[in-house]
């Protein structure tokens, strides 16, 4: 696909830099004399570098980007302008601005920043991978450096985070892109049908085998085969993918016949992999086989900057699947969506535009609509970051778990108490041993209350004070951890 360079400037030293650009990387370069003309030319297939002199008649440049940024979706930009400092430059960034250069005299420094904003755009356009923030483009960067290798990758991430869309990108580009890429998720099939997926089997080898398939292995031969949810595969299966990734070679299903094939191996997982292997559910030497390099994939709420590039990248791609005409969103709905923690990431996102645009009523998405579909979709349990990376001590831990294992039982001995003093029958039979804490008197019940008393003001400690996270932490709601303190007199 073609990358051009849209510019809007009048400076003849910026436009003969952007010569040189073009030139140098093979890209297609168009003048435009006022604004109208260029939002009003389709955008090409493989995207845009807009450039813009803030010196000149386009001094509005921060403008020109919102516009541009409401009808196209596939573009960086370069503005060329005086000095300015890192923070304006970052917080300039943030609404769209990808290279900044006010030194025209240093063209070695313009070229290198210039030419790795080009990559980054060929890359994402390629790929379908929308955004721009620092943590993202890093992961970018590291998939440009390993694409061209051929050493197996295990890429990190939470469900939902965009796995399978970074490994499409690396072997879009990798040497083997002329190939097939091929895909499949080792957690959604059981072990037989997982091992047919990937292998192959002969007729007749299992009921309703009627003829001989072609397994995944075959059909990627010379491409990348992608296995995410690797981190499910049994032990079994594991060590059948291990036979294979040493010696090229396998069987199908019901065969003798030994096949080759040369594919390079993907994997992902949701998953901490190597948990997993000191547990013993995954193979130690897999495990390093298939991790020679680690691309980690951010969640979307470490990448709050990208939120609104990919809601109005959604909400054009919904409008034009469900034959809608809506034309954006405002900003106090634009707002809330950037502060939501998104646990299912860039598929929940997309998700909800997709229902935002079917259901909305109007051409511009309300905070109305978005409040009313966060309302529908709240979860009393947010969902943990993906990989998990414990900070806490094992000590730490421990001591949690007695502290709740002992406020459960402070919590059944209340129980007790208060159905015998209201004389409202039988205890239950859990409870019949615990019938001599109220015959033995008060003094059981006062210790238990000065370990439940402690362990409170333990955790408080913990926590800094902060009751919300102490009630969470003791399985309490916040009603009943205030009465507590206040009944035990702490502060």
């Known amino acids: 696909m073609s990358l051009e360079i849209w510019a809007l400037v009048e400076d003849s030293r910026i436009r003969e830099l952007l010569e040189e650009l073009a030139s140098n990387e093979g890209l297609t370069l168009k003048y435009f004399d006022n604004l109208s003309p260029a939002l009003n030319t389709p955008e090409p297939a493989g995207g845009m570098i807009l450039a813009l002199d803030s010196g000149g008649a386009y001094n509005n440049y921060l403008t020109i980007i919102k516009r541009f940024q409401k009808n196209f979706t596939w573009f960086d930009v370069i503005v060329f302008g005086e000095y300015k400092t890192a923070e304006i430059m970052e917080r300039e960034r943030y609404v769209g601005v990808d290279l900044y250069v006010h030194d025209l005299s ?6 290198l920043r210039a030419s790795h904003l080009v990559s980054l755009r060929r890359l994402k356009s390629d790929s379908g991978i929308v955004g721009r923030s620092a943590v993202l483009e890093e992961t970018l960067a590291t998939i440009m450096q390993v694409a061209p290798t051929e050493v197996s990758i295990l890429i990190e991430g939470e469900s939902g985070s965009g796995k399978e869309l970074t ?11 002329a190939k097939t890429f091929e895909a499949v998720n080792c957690g959604a099939l059981a072990e037989g049908v997982l091992e047919s997926e990937l292998f192959g089997h002969e007729r007749g080898s299992f009921t309703g085998a009627v003829a001989r398939r072609r397994g995944l292995f075959e059909r990627a031969d010379g491409g990348t085969l992608f296995l995410d949810e690797v981190g499910e595969m049994s032990i079994n299966m594991q060590v059948k993918l291990l036979r294979v990734l040493e010696s090229g070679e396998f069987i199908r299903v019901g065969g003798i016949e030994k096949l080759r094939s040369d594919v390079r191996i993907i994997t992902a997982t949701n998953k901490e992999l190597e ?4 547990r013993g559910e995954f193979r130690k030497d897999l495990y390093y086989r298939l991790k020679v390099v680690r691309v980690r ?22 409008s034009r699947k469900h034959g809608r005409s809506i034309k954006g969103i405002d900003n106090t709905g634009l707002d809330l969506l950037v502060q939501h923690s998104w646990p299912g990431n860039v598929r929940e996102l997309a998700n909800m535009i997709d229902n935002l645009t079917v259901l909305c009523q109007h051409q511009v998405i309300r905070v109305a609509d978005v409040e009313k579909r966060m309302a529908e979709n709240a979860s009393p349990q947010p ?11 094992r000590d730490q831990l421990e001591r949690e778990l007695i502290m709740n294992s002992l406020l459960s039982l402070h919590k059944d001995v209340r129980e007790i108490l208060e159905l015998l003093t209201r004389g409202e029958g039988p205890v239950p039979g859990r409870w019949k041993n615990w019938v001599e804490v109220k015959e033995a008197g008060s003094e059981n019940v006062r210790d238990l209350e000065s370990l439940e008393r402690e362990m409170i003001r333990e955790a408080l400690v913990m926590n800094g004070g902060n009751r919300r996270k102490t009630a969470r932490q003791l399985g309490l709601s916040e009603r009943t951890l205030y009465r507590r303190i206040k009944e035990y007199g702490l502060k």
């Open 106 to 111: 240093d063209r070695e420094e313009f070229h």
């Open 167 to 177: 490994a499409q990108a690396i072997h879009i580009k990798s040497h083997r892109s």
């Open 275 to 278: 948990s997993s292997v000191e």
């Open 297 to 318: 994939i951010p969640p979307l709420r470490a990448r709050q900057e990208d939120i609104p590039f990919l809601v109005r990248y959604f909400i054009k791609r919904s």
């Open 383 to 393: 969902l943990p970051d993906l990989p998990v990376h414990v900070k806490r001590s």
